[in-house]
């Protein structure tokens, strides 16, 4: 059966037409009228788009549900959001949902034919600005814009991303149907053993749940932001997997471990100010390097923002012991607060499931050595295992919201040994604490931070403070790297 016949001028003609204009402006249909009986009800912007927008009903079918001129085309109505890191980037809110995992007929499937393939293969996007930092009921989205559409295809190397990642999801089950004579009881396995394998998509959520296919966030910002025009540096190589992306490591560290920082910035042509004067961040732009590119950041790499690799060195000691904390993300405290999202639906629980950590270690000589001297010992890359998240990290998001809903957040001047206040030097101001989940007792902690001591741009439950940081302690890293070989 075919989906909903259009011209693709046609559609154009018609998104055209309601580009920067709100979902209730456009419902013709008066879609949002069940919202009043039904102020939870999902998938409202979507149901505008197709009744209201295109004159066709809503339905769960499995295949694509627009014919464009002769190609089935599958419509996604998508949340986008202004990014807290770059408030001129939009990303997006959360992760697109494909189709269904149905483990007794993808066993039977080849990926050019798969019901997966052929919901992704042609899509036609459209992109509402979700513009409240907080969640909303469905009647609210009538105010939320209409911003963008494209006809999005895959390239080959992405294609190529999604086919690794779809046959691992069916190998997996094709290897559970053949082992137990009771697969449903092992099909759970599918979203936590896969997940340090999958690049592109995810599946969402856990048996006995029915599970979907999802393309990962990160995967989807990227979509977002080409689209809007920011556009990430592409590497020379092509990277199908995880495995090519350690494939490459490995012969970056046989090339070049035991070489020095200083070695490293030259041998690849970094410039920098002086050498026994060296900030941290050099060692992100030496891991670009060698990876063909040119960028400082790896953020600004298109592979490693759609793998969702977060880059870190991390320094040991000559007895492999820690260094130092690691501080991983910033908290978007109206997001944290918020009463409607449950911990799985959490930036928070996002980071630390959907991101992996490259770890590119290092040896420090001594305290007193300077960076520059320390030697490049080889690649890890490190995933955050589930019971790690639902422990450590659902502690601290609990708690963090649990000091503001209670107000209990205080402030207080700091000390020094022998009861005195401490002044910072820079402002002369006292220095003050908060009592945000401390690194004395937690794994995962809450640690400020900023340029300027004096400014402090975040404000909570009456409180100004600093920009504040979820960080992991060094010793847990260096214990859970210790497990893993070198790349």
Known sequence: MKGHFFHREELQNILDNVLNKTLGEIDEKHVFDKTQTNPKITGIAGDVIEQSVLGFPADNLQRPDLNVDGVDTELKTTGIRLSKKDEKRYEAKEPMSITAVSPNQIVLEQFPTSKFWHKLQHMLLVYYHYSSAKTVTAAEYADFYIRGYEFHEFNEDDQSILQNDWELVRDFIVEIQSKYDMPESQYYRISSELRDKLAYIDTAPKWPNPPRFRLKRQVVTDIVQKHFGNKLEQLPEHYSGYKDIDDKCHSITV???????????????????????????????????????????????????????????????????????????????????????????????????????????????????????????????????????????????????????????EEAVSLNKKGVPVINPKTGTLKTRLNFPKSKENLVFVRGGGTDASVKTEKVNGIKMYKQFVWIKGSCIVAELDKLPLL
């Open 255 to 409: 090339q070049d471990a035991g070489k020095t920082v200083g070695e490293l910035i030259e041998q690849y042509g970094i410039v920098v100010k002086d050498m026994n004067k060296l900030s941290k961040s050099v060692n992100e732009s030496v891991i670009v390097k060698m990876f063909g590119g040119q960028s400082k950041k790896l953020n600004q790499i298109e592979l490693f923002q759609r793998f969702g690799i977060v880059g870190k060195s991390i320094t040991v000691t000559v007895e492999g012991k820690r260094t130092e904390d690691t501080k991983l993300f910033v908290i978007d405290f109206d997001e944290w607060t918020d009463r409607n999202i449950s911990f799985e639906e959490s930036a928070a629980y996002d980071f630390f499931a959907n991101h992996q950590l490259l770890c590119m270690i290092f040896e420090e000589p001594s305290k007193e050595a300077p960076l520059c001297n320390n030697k490049f010992l080889g690649f890890k890359r490190f995933i955050f295992r589930e019971e790690f998240i639902q422990s450590e990290v659902r502690k601290i998001w609990e708690e963090v919201r649990n000091l503001i809903w209670e107000g209990k957040l």
